[in-house]
């Protein structure tokens, strides 16, 4: 039989659209240089991330550097038998087309291993291959020439003398790119909606695709309305296929076959990718599955492992946390796998995973927000504790306590506005759990030292409280005991002192003169009154509190040791500062044991120490305690923190001072 004349057999032209993959392709290049024998590569990445395109890219910019081009889908041995017997047929077309059409499947794709093993200067590319063994034995009788191999699994390659070349979703740049290119004249000045859009689609390319081409073909829609349906009505984007698109290669059908099959593989796998799903993508430790539908823990494990063969999921290790423990496995799953997946479940059969999720997590999250060995679980699982946990969660409380031993108050007010706002939706705006998640997001605003804002909202609450509550009722009392506070923190003394004063006789009358409630009400009015320009009877007040808080508490209380510390400032603001200085220095040292030595008021009573101590004469020995002081505030707090800045503010003026 004549030799065919540069036969190429490829699918289709490939795209225009075709960016961010130049490195990949050279990577291709590189890995397909010429050598001895047969030289295989393999395709790795999650459905839609575009493997089939750089393959098709690959080999329609290198066409001329081989005399046969050809590609045939994988998916199956019938598949490969059909594609190899397809390639006879092709290269014997008007030579002798009458014995190639008698020929068997099974004979004529024999023909084509036997020719392709016998010459060089060829490209083949098995698309989509499903198992390592569907094309193995077909690899074997292959000596010379080019093989390109595409495929969701990436297990069994270098057993074969393969290495993956894993294929991941592209830059945001490449995506915005990708996605203007597609829609034209519609994106132009609209790269804040592209890039959300892109956020939102995970930058897979498949899915770009799809939104663009969209968005390009169908009247009325722009990005910023194709990003609206996004959210009201997922499902039905993630399937909509373009005008003249292929409606099999959309988001909502490419891993449909990859859930049969592991579906009849280990249905396992599948109700694990169902609760993963309900997590945030990135990052889940494989510990919070410990449990998972009553499965051991070796199950759990070998359906993970199934589902990052196909590139459903990523599975990495990350390095131990803390003193103590061990490395531990994470896993990420791309958001379009996640919607997709949920996509396909009833409302019920969502709201049952999500539940199990939830569980899972709860359980994970550690028990004590104060143990600082617990600290990296808790920002590894703060996350997934935002999208997974219930709003009226104990354990997304537990998260918050955290936050706030953390000093991140940013992160905690973000949170509480999260458990408001869903409290809100689903209990209304006036239940009083939702009164409740209100109050406590005040209460974050003002350690975000916004002192005017959470005064605002403080006052803005109790009327609320007092109408659906009552005006005496405990939590309507704590909301006006807050106002009070922060009315003084934003600048207004006097009435916070009043205010104090008012609350102070309604606990005494409702509780008694010794009740801890009362006792913090004398408390803040003691501190209001010195804030206010009297200093001497604030201290008088505070040193007539203190037996009193040690003999209900105990000296070790963190309200006794409070009281301790307002003391001694009330103390040498009036007058007596190596006093206030004395009683501070006795005070740290509990605090640090008590508190620990990075607690926040542990930090105030190390800073007050120190500027007391120059206001009684050392300023030497203020500047020396302020500069050990700082760097410790910068990494507990941040440089930017109120308290930072005062302790540098400080420091600046004791070094001037002690010259």
Same mark, same amino acid.
């Given at each position: 039989?004549?030799?065919?004349?540069?036969?190429? @057999?490829?699918?289709?032209?490939?795209?225009?659209?075709?960016?961010?993959?130049?490195?990949?392709?050279?990577?291709?290049?590189?890995?397909?240089?010429? #050598?001895?024998?047969?030289?295989?590569?393999?395709?790795? #990445?999650? *459905?839609?991330?575009?493997?089939?395109?750089?393959?098709?890219?690959?080999?329609?910019?290198?066409?001329?550097?081989?005399?046969?081009?050809?590609?045939?889908?994988?998916?199956?041995?019938?598949?490969?038998?059909? /594609?190899?017997? /397809?390639?006879?047929?092709?290269?014997?077309?008007?030579?002798?087309?009458?014995?190639?059409?008698?020929?068997?499947?099974?004979?004529?794709?024999?023909?084509?291993?036997?020719?392709?093993?016998?010459?060089?200067?060829?490209?083949?590319?098995?698309?989509?291959?499903?198992?390592?063994?569907?094309?193995?034995?077909?690899?074997?009788?292959?000596?010379?020439?080019?093989?390109?191999?595409?495929?969701?699994?990436?297990?069994?390659?270098?057993?074969?003398?393969?290495?993956?070349?894993?294929?991941?979703?592209?830059?945001?740049?490449?995506?915005?790119?990708?996605?203007? /290119?597609?829609?034209?004249?519609?994106?132009?000045?609209?790269?804040?909606?592209?890039?959300?859009?892109?956020?939102?689609?995970?930058?897979?390319?498949?899915?770009?695709?799809?939104?663009?081409?969209?968005?390009?073909?169908?009247?009325?829609?722009?990005?910023?309305?194709?990003?609206?349906?996004?959210?009201?009505?997922?499902?039905?984007?993630?399937?909509?296929?373009?005008?003249?698109?292929?409606?099999?290669?959309?988001?909502?059908?490419?891993?449909?076959?990859?859930?049969?099959?592991?579906?009849?593989?280990?249905?396992?796998?599948?109700?694990?990718?169902?609760?993963?799903?309900?997590?945030?993508?990135?990052?889940?430790?494989?510990?919070?599955?410990?449990?998972?539908?009553?499965?051991?823990?070796?199950?759990?494990?070998?359906?993970?492992?199934?589902?990052?063969?196909?590139?459903?999921?990523?599975?990495? %290790?990350?390095?131990?946390?803390?003193?103590?423990?061990?490395?531990?496995?994470?896993?990420?799953?791309?958001?379009?796998?996640?919607?997709?997946?949920? =996509?396909?479940?009833?409302?019920?059969?969502?709201?049952?995973?999500?539940?199990?999720?939830? @569980?899972?997590?709860?359980?994970?999250?550690?028990?004590?927000?104060?143990?600082?060995?617990?600290?990296?679980?808790?920002?590894?699982?703060?996350?997934?504790?935002?999208?997974?946990? &219930?709003?009226?969660?104990?354990?997304?409380?537990?998260?918050?306590?955290?936050? #706030?031993?953390?000093?991140?108050?940013?992160?905690?007010?973000?949170?509480?506005?999260?458990?408001?706002?869903?409290?809100?939706?689903?209990? *209304?705006?006036?239940?009083?759990?939702?009164?409740?998640?209100?109050?406590?997001?005040? /209460?974050?605003?003002?350690?975000?030292?916004?002192?005017?804002?959470?005064?605002?909202?403080?006052?803005?609450?109790?009327?609320?409280?007092?109408?659906?509550?009552?005006?005496?009722?405990? =939590?309507?009392?704590?909301?006006?005991?807050?106002?009070?506070?922060?009315?003084?923190?934003?600048?207004?003394?006097?009435?916070?002192?009043?205010?104090?004063?008012?609350?102070?006789?309604?606990?005494?009358?409702?509780?008694?003169?010794?009740?801890?409630?009362?006792?913090?009400?004398?408390?803040?009015?003691?501190?209001?009154?010195?804030?206010?320009?009297?200093?001497?009877?604030?201290?008088?007040?505070?040193?007539?509190?203190?037996?009193?808080?040690?003999?209900?508490?105990?000296?070790?209380?963190?309200?006794?040791?409070?009281?301790?510390?307002?003391?001694?400032?009330?103390? *040498?603001?009036?007058?007596?500062?190596?006093?206030?200085?004395?009683?501070?220095?006795?005070?740290?040292?509990?605090?640090?044991?008590?508190?620990?030595?990075?607690?926040?008021? %542990?930090?105030?009573?190390?800073?007050?120490?120190?500027?007391?101590?120059?206001?009684?004469?050392? &300023?030497?020995?203020?500047?020396?305690?302020?500069?050990?002081?700082?760097?410790?505030?910068?990494?507990?707090? #941040?440089?930017?923190?109120?308290?930072?800045?005062?302790?540098?503010?400080?420091?600046?003026?004791?070094?001037?001072?002690?010259?």
């Amino acid at each position: 039989m004549a030799e065919p004349e540069a036969l190429v @057999g490829l699918p289709r032209l490939p795209v225009a659209s075709f960016v961010g993959r130049e490195q990949a392709l050279s990577a291709l290049r590189e890995a397909l240089a010429t #050598g001895p024998g047969v030289i295989s590569q393999a395709i790795v #990445g999650l *459905g839609g991330v575009g493997k089939s395109e750089l393959a098709l890219q690959y080999a329609h910019r290198h066409r001329a550097d081989y005399r046969l081009v050809w590609w045939m889908e994988a998916e199956s041995p019938a598949h490969v038998q059909a /594609g190899l017997a /397809g390639l006879t047929r092709a290269m014997v077309a008007g030579v002798d087309s009458v014995a190639a059409e008698q020929a068997t499947t099974e004979e004529a794709a024999a023909w084509a291993l036997a020719w392709l093993g016998t010459r060089t200067g060829w490209l083949v590319v098995f698309d989509n291959v499903e198992e390592v063994a569907d094309v193995e034995p077909h690899l074997a009788w292959l000596a010379r020439g080019h093989v390109l191999i595409t495929t969701r699994r990436d297990i069994g390659w270098p057993q074969r003398g393969i290495t993956p070349l894993r294929l991941e979703v592209l830059d945001r740049p490449a995506s915005i790119t990708l996605l203007a /290119g597609l829609i034209g004249s519609l994106a132009a000045d609209r790269r804040p909606v592209l890039n959300e859009l892109a956020n939102r689609l995970g930058d897979l390319p498949l899915a770009l695709a799809q939104a663009g081409a969209y968005i390009a073909r169908t009247p009325g829609i722009t990005p910023a309305r194709y990003l609206r349906l996004l959210s009201d009505t997922p499902a039905r984007m993630h399937a909509a296929a373009p005008a003249g698109g292929d409606a099999a290669r959309v988001v909502a059908k490419v891993w449909t076959l990859s859930h049969a099959r592991l579906r009849a593989i280990d249905p396992l796998t599948v109700r694990v990718l169902n609760v993963l799903s309900c997590y945030a993508p990135d990052d889940l430790p494989v510990t919070v599955l410990t449990g998972f539908d009553d499965a051991d823990d070796v199950a759990v494990s070998e359906a993970l492992a199934l589902l990052a063969s196909y590139s459903l999921i990523t599975v990495t %290790t990350s390095p131990a946390l803390g003193l103590g423990r061990a490395p531990e496995d994470l896993v990420s799953v791309h958001r379009l796998v996640q919607a997709v997946t949920l =996509d396909q479940l009833t409302p019920d059969q969502r709201e049952r995973w999500r539940a199990v999720a939830a @569980g899972l997590l709860q359980d994970a999250v550690p028990a004590d927000p104060q143990s600082r060995a617990d600290w990296p679980l808790f920002a590894r699982l703060l996350p997934h504790a935002r999208v997974a946990l &219930p709003a009226s969660s104990p354990a997304l409380q537990r998260m918050l306590s955290y936050l #706030g031993s953390r000093a991140d108050h940013h992160t905690a007010k973000e949170l509480s506005r999260h458990i408001h706002d869903t409290l809100a939706a689903s209990r *209304g705006a006036e239940h009083p759990s939702t009164l409740a998640a209100r109050h406590e997001l005040a /209460g974050w605003t003002g350690l975000t030292w916004d002192t005017a804002a959470a005064r605002d909202e403080f006052a803005a609450l109790l009327p609320i409280r007092e109408r659906v509550l009552g005006a005496e009722h405990p =939590d309507t009392l704590i909301t006006r005991s807050y106002l009070a506070n922060y009315t003084g923190l934003a600048g207004d003394a006097a009435a916070a002192r009043e205010q104090c004063a008012a609350l102070l006789a309604i606990y005494a009358r409702l509780h008694g003169v010794d009740h801890p409630l009362t006792l913090d009400a004398r408390h803040d009015m003691a501190h209001w009154t010195g804030e206010e320009g009297d200093p001497v009877t604030a201290r008088d007040q505070l040193a007539a509190l203190l037996p009193i808080r040690e003999r209900l508490h105990g000296a070790e209380d963190p309200r006794t040791l409070l009281v301790r510390h307002v003391l001694a400032r009330w103390t *040498g603001a009036a007058g007596d500062p190596a006093a206030a200085r004395d009683q501070l220095a006795a005070l740290l040292p509990i605090r640090e044991r008590v508190l620990g030595a990075d607690n926040l008021n %542990t930090l105030i009573t190390r800073h007050d120490l120190a500027v007391w101590t120059g206001e009684a004469g050392a &300023p030497a020995a203020a500047r020396d305690q302020l500069a050990a002081l700082l760097p410790l505030r910068e990494r507990v707090l #941040g440089a930017e923190d109120p308290y930072t800045l005062a302790t540098r503010r400080e420091l600046a003026r004791w070094t001037q001072l002690a010259r």
